[in-house]
């Protein structure tokens, strides 16, 4: 049996993806639990991103692509430090990927078991993945795919990718 909250927090962020995928620029999608980030839907463009998230993001460019991207190195999700990446489907392109990073590097055991508890919340809310392979795991939750990967020495990363194409 779900959690009463889990279930709440599980209707409120496929109703908020739904919404968005059907574009209604009114509405915000919680793409993800997150302080600062509940109201970011897909549909959005680096400059609206940048400026929900304010000044604890940098804006870059890819030198392979020349797409602008968004990131931050220190992000609290979970309950774990990440880096956080935000990309962008082409020049002023909406938000198509949201990439969480966490290095596990020499202080791996302090952190495994809050990032680990984390993860397995993540897991209970979105339920049973659609796919399990060698350390990566992929879930499909309305207009979002969810893919966890995990590494050697406690490195893991979270994506959450868009799956149909985007229109304002």
Partial sequence: MVPA?????????????FVSS????????????????EPISWGMQIDE?????GRSVSRLRNTH?????LQTS???????????LLNFEGQGGRLSEIVLTHHGGTKAEVAERPCR?????????IGPPIAVSSG???????NTTVTVMEGRGGEFQI????????TK
């Fill in 49 to 53: 991103v940048e400026r929900v998230i």
């Fill in 74 to 84: 220190r992000y609290q999700y979970l309950g774990c430090t990440y880096e956080l």
């Fill in 136 to 142: 990566v795991q992929m879930w499909r939750v309305s």
């Fill in 22 to 37: 059907h574009g209604v620029p009114a509405a915000r999608a919680e793409i993800f639990d997150g302080s600062g980030f």
């Fill in 117 to 125: 508890d984390g993860l397995s919340r993540l897991r209970e809310k």
């Fill in 65 to 69: 692509s020349d797409y602008e991207y």
């Fill in 159 to 166: 994506r959450y990718t868009t799956t149909k194409p985007l």
């Fill in 5 to 17: 909250r889990s279930r709440r927090l599980l209707v409120a962020v496929g109703t908020a993806l």
